[in-house]
T-cell receptor
Framework: GNSVTQMEGPVTLSEEAFLTINCTYT??????LFWYVQYPGEGLQLLLK?????DKGSNKGFEATYRKETTSFHLEKGSVQVSDSAVYFC???????????FGAGTTVTVRA | EPEVTQTPSHQVTQMGQEVILRCVPI?????FYWYRQILGQKVEFLVS????????KSEIFDDQFSVERPDGSNFTLKIRSTKLEDSAMYFC?????????????FGPGTRLTVL
Protein backbone atom coordinates (compact mmCIF):
# COMPACT_ATOMS: atom_id res chain seq x y z
CA GLY A 1 0.00 0.00 0.00
CA ASN A 2 0.86 3.68 0.04
CA SER A 3 2.51 5.34 3.01
CA VAL A 4 4.22 8.62 3.84
CA THR A 5 6.81 9.24 6.53
CA GLN A 6 7.56 12.76 7.73
CA MET A 7 10.12 14.04 10.16
CA GLU A 8 8.61 14.46 13.57
CA GLY A 9 8.15 17.84 15.09
CA PRO A 10 7.61 20.15 16.59
CA VAL A 11 10.08 22.40 14.84
CA THR A 12 10.78 25.83 16.31
CA LEU A 13 12.71 28.40 14.28
CA SER A 14 13.59 32.06 14.37
CA GLU A 15 12.38 34.38 11.64
CA GLU A 16 14.54 34.26 8.49
CA ALA A 17 15.89 30.81 9.35
CA PHE A 18 16.04 27.99 6.81
CA LEU A 19 13.36 25.34 7.06
CA THR A 20 13.53 21.74 5.87
CA ILE A 21 10.89 19.11 6.51
CA ASN A 22 11.81 15.65 5.33
CA CYS A 23 9.26 13.43 3.61
CA THR A 24 9.75 9.95 2.17
CA TYR A 25 7.17 7.65 0.69
CA THR A 26 6.36 4.16 -0.48
CA UNK A 27 3.80 3.74 -3.21
CA UNK A 28 2.27 1.15 -5.48
CA UNK A 29 2.35 2.83 -8.85
CA UNK A 30 3.64 6.23 -9.86
CA UNK A 31 2.54 8.71 -7.22
CA UNK A 32 1.66 12.38 -7.37
CA LEU A 33 3.13 14.19 -4.37
CA PHE A 34 1.71 17.06 -2.38
CA TRP A 35 2.41 19.31 0.56
CA TYR A 36 -0.63 20.58 2.41
CA VAL A 37 -0.54 23.25 5.12
CA GLN A 38 -2.93 23.74 8.02
CA TYR A 39 -2.81 27.16 9.64
CA PRO A 40 -4.12 27.47 13.20
CA GLY A 41 -7.88 27.05 13.30
CA GLU A 42 -8.18 26.43 9.57
CA GLY A 43 -8.54 23.51 7.19
CA LEU A 44 -6.03 21.94 4.85
CA GLN A 45 -4.70 24.01 1.98
CA LEU A 46 -2.64 22.74 -0.90
CA LEU A 47 0.80 24.34 -0.70
CA LEU A 48 2.50 22.73 -3.67
CA LYS A 49 2.55 19.61 -5.78
CA UNK A 50 4.64 17.55 -8.22
CA UNK A 51 3.46 14.77 -10.47
CA UNK A 52 6.59 13.26 -11.99
CA UNK A 53 10.22 12.64 -11.16
CA UNK A 54 12.47 15.71 -10.95
CA ASP A 55 9.50 18.09 -10.98
CA LYS A 56 9.86 20.96 -8.53
CA GLY A 57 6.75 22.30 -6.88
CA SER A 58 6.91 25.83 -5.51
CA ASN A 59 4.62 28.32 -3.83
CA LYS A 60 4.97 31.17 -1.30
CA GLY A 61 8.73 30.68 -1.18
CA PHE A 62 8.43 26.97 -0.41
CA GLU A 63 9.92 24.36 -2.72
CA ALA A 64 9.97 20.58 -2.95
CA THR A 65 11.56 18.35 -5.60
CA TYR A 66 10.16 14.94 -6.53
CA ARG A 67 13.12 12.55 -6.13
CA LYS A 68 12.18 9.13 -7.41
CA GLU A 69 15.58 7.58 -6.74
CA THR A 70 15.35 8.39 -3.04
CA THR A 71 11.51 8.31 -2.87
CA SER A 72 11.56 11.71 -1.23
CA PHE A 73 9.77 15.05 -1.44
CA HIS A 74 11.43 17.28 1.13
CA LEU A 75 9.94 20.71 1.77
CA GLU A 76 12.27 23.72 2.03
CA LYS A 77 12.04 27.44 2.55
CA GLY A 78 15.03 29.70 2.66
CA SER A 79 13.73 32.39 5.02
CA VAL A 80 10.69 31.67 7.15
CA GLN A 81 8.30 34.22 8.57
CA VAL A 82 6.09 34.16 11.66
CA SER A 83 3.14 33.70 9.32
CA ASP A 84 4.58 30.34 8.21
CA SER A 85 3.73 28.86 11.61
CA ALA A 86 1.46 25.94 10.78
CA VAL A 87 1.23 22.18 10.49
CA TYR A 88 2.66 20.80 7.25
CA PHE A 89 1.50 17.51 5.76
CA CYS A 90 3.18 15.51 3.03
CA UNK A 91 0.73 13.41 1.00
CA UNK A 92 0.44 11.30 -2.13
CA UNK A 93 -2.02 9.71 -4.49
CA UNK A 94 -1.44 7.03 -7.10
CA UNK A 95 -3.24 6.47 -10.41
CA UNK A 96 -6.55 4.72 -9.94
CA UNK A 97 -6.40 5.31 -6.18
CA UNK A 98 -7.33 8.93 -5.83
CA UNK A 99 -7.55 9.13 -2.08
CA UNK A 100 -4.75 10.99 -0.36
CA UNK A 101 -2.38 9.18 1.98
CA PHE A 102 -0.96 11.63 4.52
CA GLY A 103 2.10 11.76 6.67
CA ALA A 104 1.74 12.48 10.36
CA GLY A 105 2.23 16.21 9.97
CA THR A 106 5.01 18.47 11.24
CA THR A 107 4.21 21.42 13.46
CA VAL A 108 6.36 24.44 12.68
CA THR A 109 6.55 27.46 14.96
CA VAL A 110 8.43 30.55 13.82
CA ARG A 111 9.39 33.05 16.49
CA ALA A 112 9.98 36.74 15.81
CA GLU B 1 -12.60 31.68 -5.58
CA PRO B 2 -14.83 28.63 -5.11
CA GLU B 3 -14.36 26.76 -1.87
CA VAL B 4 -15.61 23.76 0.04
CA THR B 5 -17.75 24.67 3.03
CA GLN B 6 -18.66 22.59 6.06
CA THR B 7 -21.22 22.93 8.83
CA PRO B 8 -21.23 23.02 11.74
CA SER B 9 -17.72 24.10 12.66
CA HIS B 10 -18.05 22.38 16.02
CA GLN B 11 -20.48 19.67 17.10
CA VAL B 12 -20.79 18.35 20.63
CA THR B 13 -22.87 15.23 21.18
CA GLN B 14 -23.51 12.52 23.72
CA MET B 15 -22.23 9.01 23.17
CA GLY B 16 -24.79 6.92 21.31
CA GLN B 17 -26.39 9.87 19.55
CA GLU B 18 -26.58 10.28 15.80
CA VAL B 19 -24.74 13.15 14.12
CA ILE B 20 -24.82 14.48 10.59
CA LEU B 21 -21.91 16.49 9.28
CA ARG B 22 -22.60 18.58 6.22
CA CYS B 23 -20.44 19.69 3.35
CA VAL B 24 -21.01 21.72 0.21
CA PRO B 25 -18.35 20.75 -2.35
CA ILE B 26 -17.19 22.99 -5.17
CA UNK B 27 -20.01 23.07 -7.69
CA UNK B 28 -18.35 21.50 -10.75
CA UNK B 29 -16.54 18.80 -8.80
CA UNK B 30 -17.61 15.20 -9.13
CA UNK B 31 -15.52 13.28 -6.59
CA PHE B 32 -16.14 13.74 -2.89
CA TYR B 33 -14.28 12.58 0.18
CA TRP B 34 -14.40 12.47 3.94
CA TYR B 35 -11.25 12.35 6.05
CA ARG B 36 -10.79 12.57 9.77
CA GLN B 37 -8.00 13.70 12.04
CA ILE B 38 -7.96 12.56 15.63
CA LEU B 39 -6.21 15.15 17.77
CA GLY B 40 -2.46 14.89 17.37
CA GLN B 41 -2.66 12.13 14.75
CA LYS B 42 -2.46 11.96 10.99
CA VAL B 43 -5.27 12.72 8.59
CA GLU B 44 -7.02 9.45 7.67
CA PHE B 45 -9.15 8.64 4.67
CA LEU B 46 -12.69 7.52 5.43
CA VAL B 47 -14.62 7.31 2.18
CA SER B 48 -14.80 8.48 -1.42
CA UNK B 49 -18.01 9.05 -3.37
CA UNK B 50 -18.64 9.35 -7.08
CA UNK B 51 -21.71 9.12 -9.28
CA UNK B 52 -23.97 8.74 -6.25
CA UNK B 53 -22.22 5.78 -4.79
CA UNK B 54 -19.28 4.93 -2.57
CA UNK B 55 -16.21 4.23 -4.70
CA UNK B 56 -13.88 3.32 -1.84
CA LYS B 57 -13.97 3.15 1.94
CA SER B 58 -11.45 2.50 4.65
CA GLU B 59 -11.59 0.04 7.52
CA ILE B 60 -12.66 2.91 9.76
CA PHE B 61 -15.83 3.41 7.73
CA ASP B 62 -17.92 0.66 9.31
CA ASP B 63 -21.70 0.18 9.47
CA GLN B 64 -22.03 3.12 11.84
CA PHE B 65 -21.04 5.49 9.05
CA SER B 66 -22.96 6.47 5.93
CA VAL B 67 -22.69 9.15 3.28
CA GLU B 68 -25.27 10.77 1.10
CA ARG B 69 -25.64 13.44 -1.53
CA PRO B 70 -29.29 14.22 -0.94
CA ASP B 71 -29.87 17.19 -3.22
CA GLY B 72 -27.05 17.57 -5.72
CA SER B 73 -25.19 20.14 -3.68
CA ASN B 74 -24.80 18.87 -0.12
CA PHE B 75 -22.63 15.91 0.81
CA THR B 76 -23.25 14.49 4.27
CA LEU B 77 -21.54 12.11 6.65
CA LYS B 78 -23.77 10.41 9.21
CA ILE B 79 -22.57 8.58 12.28
CA ARG B 80 -25.48 6.55 13.63
CA SER B 81 -24.38 5.90 17.19
CA THR B 82 -21.36 7.95 18.16
CA LYS B 83 -18.58 6.56 20.30
CA LEU B 84 -15.99 8.43 22.34
CA GLU B 85 -13.33 7.47 19.80
CA ASP B 86 -15.25 9.23 17.03
CA SER B 87 -14.11 12.54 18.51
CA ALA B 88 -12.01 14.10 15.78
CA MET B 89 -11.84 16.80 13.15
CA TYR B 90 -13.73 15.69 10.05
CA PHE B 91 -12.71 17.15 6.71
CA CYS B 92 -14.69 17.08 3.50
CA UNK B 93 -12.86 17.36 0.19
CA UNK B 94 -13.81 17.47 -3.46
CA UNK B 95 -12.02 16.98 -6.73
CA UNK B 96 -12.75 17.93 -10.31
CA UNK B 97 -13.07 14.75 -12.34
CA UNK B 98 -10.49 15.63 -14.95
CA UNK B 99 -7.85 17.07 -12.65
CA UNK B 100 -4.55 15.74 -13.94
CA UNK B 101 -2.91 16.40 -10.61
CA UNK B 102 -5.59 14.66 -8.56
CA UNK B 103 -5.77 17.80 -6.46
CA UNK B 104 -8.35 17.72 -3.69
CA UNK B 105 -9.81 20.86 -2.17
CA PHE B 106 -10.57 20.68 1.52
CA GLY B 107 -13.16 22.35 3.67
CA PRO B 108 -12.32 23.97 7.02
CA GLY B 109 -13.46 20.91 8.97
CA THR B 110 -16.01 20.06 11.63
CA ARG B 111 -14.70 19.35 15.09
CA LEU B 112 -16.79 16.55 16.60
CA THR B 113 -16.65 16.08 20.34
CA VAL B 114 -18.37 13.00 21.78
CA LEU B 115 -18.99 13.11 25.52
Amino acid sequence: GNSVTQMEGPVTLSEEAFLTINCTYTATGYPSLFWYVQYPGEGLQLLLKATKADDKGSNKGFEATYRKETTSFHLEKGSVQVSDSAVYFCALTTPGDYKLSFGAGTTVTVRA
Amino acid sequence: EPEVTQTPSHQVTQMGQEVILRCVPISNHLYFYWYRQILGQKVEFLVSFYNNEISEKSEIFDDQFSVERPDGSNFTLKIRSTKLEDSAMYFCASREARSSYNEQFFGPGTRLTVL
